[in-house]
Structures are given as C-alpha cells and as structure tokens.
C-alpha cells in the first residue's frame, strides 16, 4: 500500500510538472504571438487552467514531504501525550477540511459538467476540464492527510522540521 501512495504523491506531482511546462509554453506563446502581431486567443485563461491545476496537483507532494507552512510554536512547547494528542487533533481536523474540500470541488466539475459550464473568456473551454485538475489535487490531498493521520496514530509517522526556521535574514 505504501508504494502506491507514494507512486500517487509522485505521479501528481509529475502532472504538476508537467503542467508548469504547459503554462510556460503558454506564456512564451503569448509573448511571441504579441511580437510577432498576431493573437492565440486563450492562451490567457490556458495559462490559468493550467496554473491551478499545477498547484493542486503539487500539494500532496508537498505535503509528503514536509514542505507545508505549520506553526509549531505551540507543538514545539508541548511533550508526550500532549503533543501526540495536538498532532492527532491538526490532522483529524485537516483530513476532515480536506475531504469536505475534495468533495466540493468534485461537486463543482460535476455540476459544470451536467450544466454544460463554458469559460466567459474568448477560449469558451468547457469548465468542467480545468476544474478537474483541482479535484483530483484536492483528493489526492484528502488521501495524503488521512495517510498522515493513520501513520501518527501507528506511530510510523516520520516528523519533518524543516531547516528554514534555523536561516536567520
């Protein structure tokens, strides 16, 4: 089980990978297209599409991996039980927030999708399509938070503290 959760945590963030290259090939086309006087339309609203779908993709990766902003300064004070007790409470809460959040953005594309939903801008992209990159980011981060939460509670999590907070600017 655990290497096809980290095979889903990578792969997303493969996808998301490869959406930034998407979005950078938009804005170069957008650029060159207005030097060389002649216009793409969409590659605006592509260039988004695309940066969300980049972003949402990207977050259990960065989850995974301790990447993710956490205020410890409560967590850092506490000792045993209590802070055990803490880390069970943030990711019960999380993965509940997280769920309700996949649920509501599959429940978006589903929506644009029966209602046939079309993009206002020039490109009149069904938007069920870009809106289904956020869903399955938002899912495959519910699955990483509830990951975390049952790893807390087997005790096999592995606690990240990240280097940034010892950089002093």
């Not at 216009?39 to 695309?50: M, N, R, S």
């Not at 990711?91 to 594309?109: E, I, K, N």
């Not at 981060?141 to 990240?160: H, M, N, S």
Request: net charge neutral; glycine share 8%; aromatic share 10%.
């Amino acid at each position: 089980m655990r290497k096809a959760l980290d095979a889903l945590y990578n792969g997303a963030a493969g996808l998301a990978a490869l959406f930034l290259v998407g979005l950078l090939a938009m804005v170069v086309l957008s650029i060159v297209s207005r030097q060389l006087h002649f216009h793409v339309p969409g590659t605006d609203a592509y260039a988004g599409y695309l940066m969300a779908a980049s972003g949402f993709l990207a977050l259990a990766h960065t989850l995974k991996r301790g990447e993710h902003i956490r205020v410890t300064l409560i967590l850092g004070a506490l000792t045993g039980p209590w802070k055990k007790g803490l880390e069970l409470w943030a990711l019960g809460f999380a993965s509940a927030l997280t769920a309700m959040f996949a649920y509501y953005c599959c429940r978006l594309a589903w929506q644009s999708h029966s209602f046939h939903d079309i993009s206002t801008s020039s490109d009149a992209t069904a938007l069920w399509i870009p809106q289904l990159g956020m869903a399955v980011g938002a899912v495959i981060l519910a699955i990483a938070f509830v990951d975390e939460l049952v790893l807390e509670i087997t005790g096999k999590r592995v606690p990240y503290s990240s280097a940034e907070a010892l950089r002093n600017e």
